[in-house]
Every structure is written in structure tokens, then in C-alpha cells.
């Protein structure tokens, strides 16, 4: 098993950024895609970006491709997810996750391999 807490969520404006963290322990933190989601009030969790075990490849939703970045540090065993130019529609509670992917491409994983789950961090953009 591996404990994700992510950290960084607030409170901004519109055009502002944030850096979200996902701090994993527990298992070795390489074997794992990491995933970023985000459930706004009301709406169904949403994928917003993936980055691979090496940190190699990573793949956005259209909503924020352009604006975010994913990457990892493995060896502190933490993904981040850096978001620019925030805007009000990217309010959400946000959740990494892990998921093992037998070495299929990212894009491709299906949200029931993301079997770890962060505790979920609060972003909030207002205009």
C-alpha cells in the first residue's frame, strides 16, 4: 500500500497559480502512475493530468493542457502539480492517486487503477 496527502490548496484569483504536492509513503513510490482528479460541487470527479513511474511522459485533460504541469521527484517520493493562470472554473477539491498500469501509456489507464488516493486538497479561484 501507499499514503498519499496532498498540500498546497488555497484560496486565489483569477490568473494566479498554485503548486499542489503529493507526499506518498508506504510503498516505493516509482512502481506508480500518478494522477491528478478534481471534483468540483456537484460534479462528477474529473481527470485532470498523469505523470509516468519516470516521470517521462505526462498527459492532460483539454481543460487545463497549457496551464498545469505534472511531475515527480522520486527520489523525495512526491508528485506536484503546478497550476497557472487559475481560473474560477478550476475550483475543486483536488486528489492525486496511484495507479499501477502494467506498462500500458498513461492516457490509457482506466480510473480504477488508481488505487491510492490522497485525502484531497481545497482550491478555490475566485474572479
Known amino acids: 500500500q501507499v499514503q498519499l496527502v496532498e498540500s498546497g490548496g488555497g484560496s486565489v484569483q483569477a490568473g494566479d497559480s498554485l503548486r499542489l504536492s503529493c507526499a506518498a509513503s508506504g510503498s516505493p513510490f516509482s512502481i506508480y502512475t500518478m494522477g491528478w482528479f478534481r471534483q468540483a460541487p456537484g460534479k462528477e470527479r474529473e481527470f485532470v493530468a498523469a505523470v509516468s513511474q519516470s516521470g517521462a511522459s505526462t498527459y492532460y485533460a483539454d481543460s487545463v493542457k497549457g496551464r498545469f504541469t505534472t511531475s515527480r521527484d522520486n527520489a523525495k517520493s512526491t508528485a506536484y502539480l503546478q497550476m497557472n493562470s487559475l481560473k474560477p472554473e478550476d475550483t475543486a477539491v483536488y486528489y492525486c492517486?496511484?495507479?499501477?498500469?502494467?506498462?500500458?501509456?498513461?492516457?490509457?489507464?482506466?480510473?480504477?487503477?488508481?488505487?491510492?488516493w490522497g485525502q484531497g486538497t481545497q482550491v478555490t479561484v475566485s474572479s
Open positions: 492517486a496511484a495507479a499501477t498500469s502494467y506498462g500500458v501509456p498513461i492516457q490509457l489507464i482506466p480510473v480504477r487503477q488508481y488505487n491510492y
